[in-house]
Each structure stands twice: as structure tokens, then as C-alpha cells.
């Protein structure tokens, strides 16, 4: 009898969002969280654009667990998917565009620690894909940076068909040494490696990148991904261990997956992505550690070589750190963000610039490159509270790529006006200094703080026309104050951004760098991605404490000084 598989994707999401529920980590909490939220706005947002379709994810679920068992030992012949399986594949395969019935997810993050499925649960989508997606001539591709990393996947798809008489009969399946044709789609699965992965005529209807950690590089993934351009209905499959290049395109996928989930970038809902790891402050030894990094905990995991493992880590340096970052699914080196996004996005109050206009306020202005974004914010301390607003400025050539990478949805936040394009592919600062000049005249502004790198144009400019600035040295000694009394304005809930989503974008790439004597300062180098008005944020808070004893402001008393 048929599993309600529905049922079970639903069951799943509710365990896991349980409040004492100390087997998931905060990531799986957030992607079920995420599922049942999606659920609730399908029913109340019929202008959404996305439902569940309860068919389809059945229908992924029960092909799946007709699947044979090729490798192991288990107690049943056919593969019995686990609940966080049968989470996963629901949610992938069960969403769909109300638009066309495709499927609304086209990319997949799947992390989690070492023998918990993944080569079984990735050849189990691939014949899926081939088989019963209805696509015609769908290619599907088992990737790896070696060719021997990208049969992994295809030889255990290889072994499930040759295992399954009436999958071969009943869909024309045929099993070669380099491929696995399909007479009834037309199509076929192949492994491809780095160097292969050049040739002409990639078309997939499914990327499968096993252990996407091990990529030094982003060529595989690139061409993958862009090579899917001609199908309506494709998706990308990465799965993987955690790993130790956290420069790399994997731990950039992590690192969006991350900001999705927490919801500090939004928007981006046709990417699926859910990571088994540890909490921060979660031991490495303790056994309810291992069961959140190892949702196939006493299933595919053996419970006593898992403890074997622990037991040498514990006394092996060598052996540790592959224990933590195979068997636990701990990133090494990995840069955790500064900022605590929970408690930033709860901030999220109003900022009346009208009633603003003649309270004392100090500015930031951080500008970029020609082909960057730059940024100006201004921060006016109001009876206890911070309140902070600014815009962001960007070469309007540079919307459109930027959007097309997928990682940050530029397009829409210039549409909903909080960035503001200029130029064509290059920023013209005279439109920003238009824009100060004009805050200068509309409000109380006592000084604009700035940093020197790149902005000796404009801000001579700004000086000759009367602004009140002051040049804010990058370091550790001007930014610790600042970035500390920030911390406690947000921690506290007396700040107010009025809910600007590109900065709270900003807030959550923030990585500090801290110097001999424990100041601090945000660090462009260490983070993730853009930090700019985050940036400009602190700059100002950092003038506006040196004049908490109400000292003569810079319009009185002219010229610039240095803080």
C-alpha cells in the first residue's frame, strides 16, 4: 500500500519546526518552516503564483521507492524513502508554477554529512527525471570535476535499471557502459567531468553535481548552468559535504541557501535548499549532534563505526578534522555572519523622513568603483532609538547580469526604488552628489562621514560647495565603537530601518576582522558579498557618538577633520 507521501512531507515539516525539537539544526528547521509558510500564502495568495500539487509529489515519491536497493545492506528489497527524504523530493517535485504546471523549483541545495544517501537518493531523481518528467529528450547529466566523481551517481543508476526488469520493459531503458538511453523520452543519462564539459550540444533537463565542495573551480558549474537556458522545465541538482574551501562556488551556493532561508534575501523562489549540519555551540562528540548532520542516523549510518570514528578523532588532530567536517558537516574555516538576522529583521519600523527633517542627523557615503554600487545612509538618533534610511546606487547596465546570476534579485529592488540606477555602465557621481546636496538643504545633516578610497572627486566637490564632511579612516580603532553600539541598538529593538531590504542584505554578509586588542571593524575582504551601506551606516553612527556632549557642528566652525 501506497504511502500518503504529502502527508508524511507535512508530518516532517511540523517535527522539525517543533520548538524542544534538539535533532534538527536551525538550517532544517527554517527550510520546513519555509514549506509550511509557502503552504499557508498558496492558500491566502491566489496572486502568487506557485501551488502544491499533492499529485506530483506522490507521484515522485512512488516512483522512487520502486527503486531497488543496489549497494549496502538494508532490510528491504526496494529503496523505503526516510521522512526528510520524502521532505525533500515532495517539496522539489511538488511545488509547481501556476502558470504552466512546471515545476517551480529549478535548483536544488542538498547538504549533509558523509553515507546518508546522497549517490542512492541522486541516481533515484535522475531515472525520475528521465522517465516521468514528460520532457522531450531530456538530458541528464551525472557532473563531477573528475570522471571518476561523476559515475558515482551514474553507476548506481546504471545498477538500479539492469536490478528492475519492468523499468527497462515498461520505459525502453537500455544500459551501456557511458550511457543509459530511454526509448519512451527520448532522452538519456550521462556522466560528464571538467574536461568534457566544453563540448557543444549540453542541453540538460537535470544537472546532478555530486560533492559540489570539491570544485576548486566555478567552470563546471557555470557551463552546466547556463546550458540549461533552452529547457522550460530544468533543475539542478547539488549535493554535498561540507568542505574547507569557503572561497569556492559551493560555499557561495551554501551561503545564499543560508540568506534564503533566513529570509534576508527575498524573492528568490524557484531555489530549493536544505542543510543537516550543527548548531553554533553544538558539540562535536555529542550523539545529538550527530543526529542533526545525519538525518539517516541508524539507517544508512552505522551508530558503532560512527562512534569508532569519533572515538580516533578524539585523540588524532588528522583524524578530527575530517570527523567534523565529514561526519558532522561542519565547514572548516567557514565565515560565520556577524550580524544576528533574526534580531535585525525584527527592526524593521517606520522611518518618517518628514518628521525627521530638523532633528540632527550625520551621513555616510561609501562610494564604489565605476562598475560597483555605492551607497549613502543617513542615521538620526531619536530618544533612545536609531533610526536609519539611505539609498543605493548602481550602472543601470549592470541590473540585468547581476539579476541573471541568480544569487540577488537587483531587478526588483530597483523596481521597488531602493536602488537607485545611474549611468549606463558606469557610475556617474555628479547624480549622487546631486542627492546629497539635496538631503544637506532638506535636513539637519551635522556631518558626512566618508572614506577616502575612491572618492576624492566628489567629495572635493562636496567640499567646495560647503559639506560639512570628515573622513572616516577604515580601521579597527574608528569602526569598533560604532559597530558595537549598532549591535545593541538591534539586539535591544531600538533600531529602526524601515524593513530596506538591500541593507539588510548588506547586514547579512557582514564579517568582522578583529585587531590585537579586540576592535573590531567590518571586513569587505572576509565577506560574503556587499557590505557598502551597512558600512555607511556605521561610519555615521560613528561621527554622531563623537558629538553625544552636543559639541559645535562642522557648519559652524568650516573645514574637515579626520576621525
Given at each position: 500500500m501506497e504511502r500518503d507521501y504529502a502527508k508524511v512531507a507535512l508530518r516532517y515539516a511540523k517535527w522539525a519546526t517543533r520548538k524542544r525539537n534538539s535533532l534538527v539544526c536551525k538550517w532544517v528547521r527554517l527550510a520546513a518552516q519555509r514549506h509550511l509558510d509557502d503552504l499557508a500564502r498558496a492558500k491566502s495568495d491566489p496572486k502568487w503564483g506557485y501551488h502544491?500539487?499533492?499529485?506530483?509529489?506522490?507521484?515522485?515519491?512512488?516512483?522512487?521507492?520502486?527503486?531497488?536497493?543496489?549497494?549496502?545492506?538494508?532490510?528491504?528489497?526496494?529503496?523505503?524513502?526516510?521522512?526528510?527524504?520524502?521532505?525533500?523530493?515532495?517539496?522539489?517535485?511538488?511545488?509547481?508554477?501556476?502558470?504552466?504546471?512546471?515545476?517551480?523549483?529549478?535548483?536544488?541545495?542538498?547538504?549533509?554529512?558523509?553515507?546518508?544517501?546522497?549517490?542512492?537518493?541522486?541516481?533515484?531523481?535522475?531515472?525520475?527525471?528521465?522517465?516521468?518528467?514528460?520532457?522531450?529528450?531530456?538530458?541528464?547529466?551525472?557532473?563531477?570535476?573528475?570522471?571518476?566523481?561523476?559515475?558515482?551517481?551514474?553507476?548506481?543508476?546504471?545498477?538500479?535499471?539492469?536490478?528492475?526488469?519492468?523499468?527497462?520493459?515498461?520505459?525502453?531503458?537500455?544500459?551501456?557502459?557511458?550511457?543509459?538511453?530511454?526509448?519512451?523520452?527520448?532522452?538519456?543519462?550521462?556522466?560528464?567531468?571538467?574536461?568534457?564539459?566544453?563540448?557543444?550540444?549540453?542541453?540538460?533537463?537535470?544537472?546532478?553535481?555530486?560533492?559540489?565542495?570539491?570544485?576548486?573551480?566555478?567552470?563546471?558549474?557555470?557551463?552546466?548552468?547556463?546550458?540549461?537556458?533552452?529547457?522550460?522545465?530544468?533543475?539542478?541538482?547539488?549535493?554535498?559535504?561540507?568542505?574547507?574551501?569557503?572561497?569556492?562556488?559551493?560555499?557561495?551556493?551554501?551561503?545564499?541557501?543560508?540568506?534564503?532561508?533566513?529570509?534576508?534575501?527575498?524573492?528568490?523562489?524557484?531555489?530549493?535548499?536544505?542543510?543537516?549540519?550543527?548548531?553554533?555551540?553544538?558539540?562535536?562528540?555529542?550523539?545529538?549532534?550527530?543526529?542533526?548532520?545525519?538525518?539517516?542516523?541508524?539507517?544508512?549510518?552505522?551508530?558503532?563505526?560512527?562512534?569508532?570514528?569519533?572515538?580516533?578523532?578524539?585523540?588524532s588532530a588528522d583524524s578530527q578534522g575530517e570527523f567534523i567536517t565529514k561526519r558532522c558537516n561542519v565547514w572548516q574555516s567557514a565565515r560565520d555572519g556577524w550580524v544576528n538576522m533574526e534580531m535585525w529583521k525584527k527592526c524593521d519600523g517606520p522611518v518618517d523622513l518628514v518628521a525627521l527633517e530638523s532633528v540632527p542627523c550625520w551621513m555616510g557615503i561609501d562610494l564604489a568603483s565605476t562598475l560597483d554600487m555605492s551607497s549613502v545612509f543617513m542615521v538620526w538618533p531619536v530618544d533612545g532609538r536609531l533610526k536609519v534610511w539611505g539609498r543605493f546606487y548602481l550602472p543601470e547596465d549592470q541590473v540585468k547580469p547581476r539579476t541573471e546570476r541568480g544569487n540577488v534579485p537587483y531587478q526588483r529592488w530597483v523596481n521597488e526604488g531602493h536602488i537607485k540606477t545611474i549611468g549606463g555602465d558606469r557610475q556617474d557621481y555628479s547624480i549622487i552628489q546631486s542627492d546629497v546636496e539635496g538631503w544637506l538643504s532638506r535636513f539637519n545633516v551635522r556631518e558626512v562621514a566618508y572614506d577616502d578610497w575612491n572618492a576624492t572627486d566628489l567629495t572635493n566637490r562636496l567640499a567646495a560647495n560647503g559639506a560639512p564632511l570628515v573622513e572616516f579612516r577604515q580601521g579597527a580603532k574608528s569602526y569598533n565603537a560604532p559597530m558595537k553600539a549598532l549591535a545593541r541598538h538591534y539586539m535591544s529593538g531600538t533600531l529602526d530601518h524601515g524593513g530596506d531590504p538591500v541593507l539588510t542584505w548588506n547586514a547579512s554578509n557582514v564579517v568582522i576582522h578583529a585587531d590585537d586588542n579586540g576592535n573590531i571593524k567590518p571586513s569587505k575582504k572576509r565577506s560574503a558579498d556587499k557590505i557598502d551601506g551597512f558600512c555607511c551606516v556605521a561610519m555615521a553612527l560613528g561621527l554622531s557618538m563623537t558629538h553625544e556632549d552636543a559639541g559645535p557642528s562642522v557648519y559652524e566652525t568650516r573645514g574637515v577633520r579626520v576621525v
Amino acid at each position: 500500500m501506497e504511502r500518503d507521501y504529502a502527508k508524511v512531507a507535512l508530518r516532517y515539516a511540523k517535527w522539525a519546526t517543533r520548538k524542544r525539537n534538539s535533532l534538527v539544526c536551525k538550517w532544517v528547521r527554517l527550510a520546513a518552516q519555509r514549506h509550511l509558510d509557502d503552504l499557508a500564502r498558496a492558500k491566502s495568495d491566489p496572486k502568487w503564483g506557485y501551488h502544491y500539487d499533492l499529485g506530483k509529489a506522490h507521484q515522485v515519491c512512488g516512483f522512487v521507492e520502486l527503486l531497488p536497493h543496489v549497494e549496502g545492506e538494508w532490510g528491504s528489497a526496494t529503496i523505503q524513502l526516510e521522512d526528510w527524504q520524502v521532505f525533500i523530493l515532495s517539496c522539489v517535485f511538488g511545488w509547481r508554477r501556476d502558470s504552466d504546471g512546471h515545476r517551480r523549483f529549478n535548483t536544488a541545495y542538498i547538504e549533509l554529512a558523509r553515507k546518508n544517501g546522497k549517490s542512492a537518493l541522486s541516481s533515484a531523481v535522475a531515472l525520475y527525471c528521465l522517465c516521468r518528467e514528460g520532457e522531450v529528450g531530456p538530458q541528464v547529466k551525472t557532473a563531477a570535476t573528475t570522471g571518476d566523481q561523476a559515475r558515482i551517481v551514474f553507476d548506481v543508476a546504471r545498477k538500479m535499471v539492469s536490478a528492475t526488469p519492468e523499468l527497462r520493459e515498461g520505459y525502453g531503458i537500455e544500459v551501456l557502459a557511458n550511457s543509459i538511453p530511454c526509448a519512451a523520452s527520448g532522452g538519456n543519462i550521462k556522466p560528464i567531468n571538467a574536461k568534457a564539459s566544453t563540448q557543444d550540444g549540453l542541453n540538460p533537463h537535470l544537472t546532478i553535481i555530486d560533492e559540489l565542495h570539491a570544485h576548486k573551480d566555478r567552470d563546471l558549474f557555470d557551463v552546466l548552468k547556463s546550458a540549461r537556458g533552452a529547457r522550460k522545465n530544468p533543475l539542478s541538482w547539488y549535493i554535498t559535504t561540507a568542505g574547507y574551501n569557503v572561497e569556492g562556488v559551493c560555499y557561495e551556493q551554501r551561503t545564499m541557501v543560508t540568506k534564503i532561508l533566513e529570509g534576508s534575501i527575498e524573492g528568490i523562489d524557484h531555489y530549493f535548499g536544505i542543510i543537516f549540519t550543527l548548531d553554533e555551540g553544538d558539540s562535536e562528540f555529542a550523539v545529538s549532534s550527530w543526529k542533526k548532520a545525519n538525518p539517516n542516523w541508524g539507517v544508512s549510518v552505522n551508530v558503532e563505526e560512527f562512534k569508532g570514528y569519533a572515538d580516533e578523532a578524539k585523540v588524532s588532530a588528522d583524524s578530527q578534522g575530517e570527523f567534523i567536517t565529514k561526519r558532522c558537516n561542519v565547514w572548516q574555516s567557514a565565515r560565520d555572519g556577524w550580524v544576528n538576522m533574526e534580531m535585525w529583521k525584527k527592526c524593521d519600523g517606520p522611518v518618517d523622513l518628514v518628521a525627521l527633517e530638523s532633528v540632527p542627523c550625520w551621513m555616510g557615503i561609501d562610494l564604489a568603483s565605476t562598475l560597483d554600487m555605492s551607497s549613502v545612509f543617513m542615521v538620526w538618533p531619536v530618544d533612545g532609538r536609531l533610526k536609519v534610511w539611505g539609498r543605493f546606487y548602481l550602472p543601470e547596465d549592470q541590473v540585468k547580469p547581476r539579476t541573471e546570476r541568480g544569487n540577488v534579485p537587483y531587478q526588483r529592488w530597483v523596481n521597488e526604488g531602493h536602488i537607485k540606477t545611474i549611468g549606463g555602465d558606469r557610475q556617474d557621481y555628479s547624480i549622487i552628489q546631486s542627492d546629497v546636496e539635496g538631503w544637506l538643504s532638506r535636513f539637519n545633516v551635522r556631518e558626512v562621514a566618508y572614506d577616502d578610497w575612491n572618492a576624492t572627486d566628489l567629495t572635493n566637490r562636496l567640499a567646495a560647495n560647503g559639506a560639512p564632511l570628515v573622513e572616516f579612516r577604515q580601521g579597527a580603532k574608528s569602526y569598533n565603537a560604532p559597530m558595537k553600539a549598532l549591535a545593541r541598538h538591534y539586539m535591544s529593538g531600538t533600531l529602526d530601518h524601515g524593513g530596506d531590504p538591500v541593507l539588510t542584505w548588506n547586514a547579512s554578509n557582514v564579517v568582522i576582522h578583529a585587531d590585537d586588542n579586540g576592535n573590531i571593524k567590518p571586513s569587505k575582504k572576509r565577506s560574503a558579498d556587499k557590505i557598502d551601506g551597512f558600512c555607511c551606516v556605521a561610519m555615521a553612527l560613528g561621527l554622531s557618538m563623537t558629538h553625544e556632549d552636543a559639541g559645535p557642528s562642522v557648519y559652524e566652525t568650516r573645514g574637515v577633520r579626520v576621525v
